[in-house]
């Protein structure tokens, strides 16, 4: 199975702070990685997939990039409403696998 | 509008059985992929399984941790999806979220349900 850990675990910033998560693939992945939001209580939301297109209706404040093992999400400015955990999943290969999970906290 | 609504979510004792439902709406239901993806208790996500469409067979792939004893089905002309999970383990107590997959250079889980939480405990 292709393990995917997510750094760090958790994260402390502040409004209009830049942050930044790491997803690394034990395997090559090509670009079939994804990244969800999600907050307590809800079902998590679709941000990007194949590592760098934002989903509709996604703020321009997220970016994705990476190919292969490694891959990143940032968030350019973070606003209130993004304080929330962060998956990866890569879609490469079955069983499709989500990385531990990132939350982000306000400091 | 996109939606998928999970139902059929509840207590069970280990060894039991339970069937969870997917009503989708809002876009053509038998031309995706859809997946089922479970929450443990203050836990991360796990995928449990996929089915694709019917110009791929309906084919299923599926978590070591549940092959065997779940099974997912769909029924096209009903817009739905099911989940029908047997030999029940505590640990299979989560909340699971039905979500609309596809395949090719984009693929992704673009949609999710609700969630619907099944408890399994004596």
């Known amino acids: 199975d292709i393990q995917l850990t997510q750094s760090p675990s958790f994260l402390s910033a502040s409004v209009g702070d830049r942050v930044t998560i790491t997803c690394r693939a034990s395997?090559?992945?090509?670009?079939?990685l994804a990244w969800y939001q999600q907050k307590p209580g809800k079902a998590p939301r679709l941000l990007i997939y194949?590592?760098?297109p934002l989903h509709s209706g996604v703020p321009s404040r997220f970016s994705g990039s990476g190919s292969g093992t490694e891959f990143t999400l940032t968030i350019s400015g973070l606003q209130p409403e993004d304080f929330a955990t962060y998956y990866c999943?890569?879609?490469?290969?079955?069983?499709?696998?989500f990385g531990g999970g990132t939350k982000v906290e306000i400091k | 509008e996109v939606q998928l609504v999970e139902s059929g979510g509840g207590l069970v004792q280990p060894g039991g059985s339970l069937r969870l439902s997917c009503a989708a709406s809002?876009?053509?239901?038998?031309?995706?992929?859809m997946d089922w993806v479970r929450q443990a208790p203050g836990k991360g996500l796990e995928w449990v399984g996929r089915?694709?469409?019917?110009?791929?067979?309906?084919?299923?792939e599926y978590a070591a941790s549940v092959k065997g004893r779940f099974t997912i089905s769909r029924d096209d002309s009903k817009n739905s999806l099911y989940l029908q999970m047997n030999s029940l383990k505590t640990e299979d107590t989560a909340v699971y979220y039905c979500?609309?997959?596809?395949?090719?250079?984009?693929?992704?889980?673009?949609?999710w349900g609700q969630g619907t939480l099944v408890t399994v405990s004596s």
């Open positions: 979500a609309r997959g596809s395949s090719g250079r984009n693929r992704k889980l673009d949609y």
């Open positions: 809002g876009f053509t239901f038998s031309d995706h992929y």
């Open positions: 089915i694709r469409n019917k110009a791929n067979s309906y084919t299923t």
């Open positions: 395997q090559g992945i090509s670009s079939y």
């Open positions: 194949a590592a760098s």
């Open positions: 999943q890569q879609l490469d290969g079955y069983p499709l696998t």
